[in-house]
């Protein structure tokens, strides 16, 4: 069946450096997108969102791409902080599905 | 997380037994949705409700029962706990259900 995924369960990056996570998707139905970033011990917690009229979102420190062509979703993290360590999801909504489906995750590792 | 509990924190059951979850929210939020957690499988639907007794079925749906008598209650009934159903469990709420979601800090249920 369709659904969403993550390239690599885990990145490692230095403190400082930018983070880039990826997420393919495969419902080409599916028009809104969310990161979410968990913490141990916590719920997943709302990042950025970007629905699929729209190639780019930024936030703060944080930018949301969509490649619909290709149905690729990337997180970019700017001057990555210890506080960034957590595991990030990607999800996906839409065509006609009730609740988000998310990806497996990706866990995020910062080096001092 | 603001607005949004869930009880227990933890808990420990015998297999075979009832489990009952609650997910309170003071948002006055009309979507509310059940997800469990679990390693390799990410976040997937159990249950979902559009308002009180409204709720349908999500992807892994089997074992599980809902009710919501109230908007600020939502439910979720495990009738005869299974080792199977050993998991973290998520209730979500949303005001838009083209939005995003707020997650609760979740329940960690073992079946012993």
């Known amino acids: 069946g369709e659904s969403v995924g993550l390239h690599l369960p885990t990145l490692s990056v230095q403190e400082g450096d930018n983070s880039i996570i990826n997420c393919a998707y495969s419902?080409?139905?599916?028009?809104?997108f969310i990161w979410y970033k968990q913490e141990s011990g916590k719920g997943p917690q709302f990042i950025i969102d970007?629905?699929?009229?729209?190639d780019k979102r930024q936030g703060q420190r944080v930018t949301v791409l969509l490649n619909k062509t290709v149905k690729h979703l990337s997180l970019q993290i700017a001057a990555t902080q210890p506080g960034d360590s957590a595991v990030y999801f990607c999800?996906?909504?839409?065509?006609?599905?009730?609740?988000?489906?998310f990806g497996k995750g990706t866990h995020l590792i910062i080096q001092p | 997380d603001a607005g949004i509990t869930q009880s227990p924190r933890h808990k420990v059951t015998e297999t075979g037994t009832p489990v009952t979850l609650r997910c309170h929210q003071t948002e006055n939020h009309r979507y509310m949705y059940w997800y469990r957690q679990d390693p390799g499988h990410g976040l997937r639907l159990i249950h979902y409700?559009?308002?009180?007794?409204?709720?349908d079925k999500g992807e892994v749906s089997d074992g599980y029962s809902v009710s919501r008598s109230k908007t600020e209650d939502f439910l979720l009934t495990l009738e005869s706990a299974t080792s199977s159903q050993t998991s973290v469990y998520f209730c979500?709420?949303?005001?838009?259900?083209?939005?995003?979601?707020?997650f609760g800090s979740g329940t960690r249920l073992t079946v012993v």
């Open positions: 970007i629905r699929s009229n729209m």
């Open positions: 979500a709420i949303t005001s838009d259900r083209e939005g995003g979601y707020t």
């Open positions: 409700s559009y308002g009180v007794k409204d709720t």
């Open positions: 419902n080409s139905a599916s028009d809104y």
């Open positions: 999800a996906e909504k839409g065509g006609g599905a009730d609740g988000l489906t």
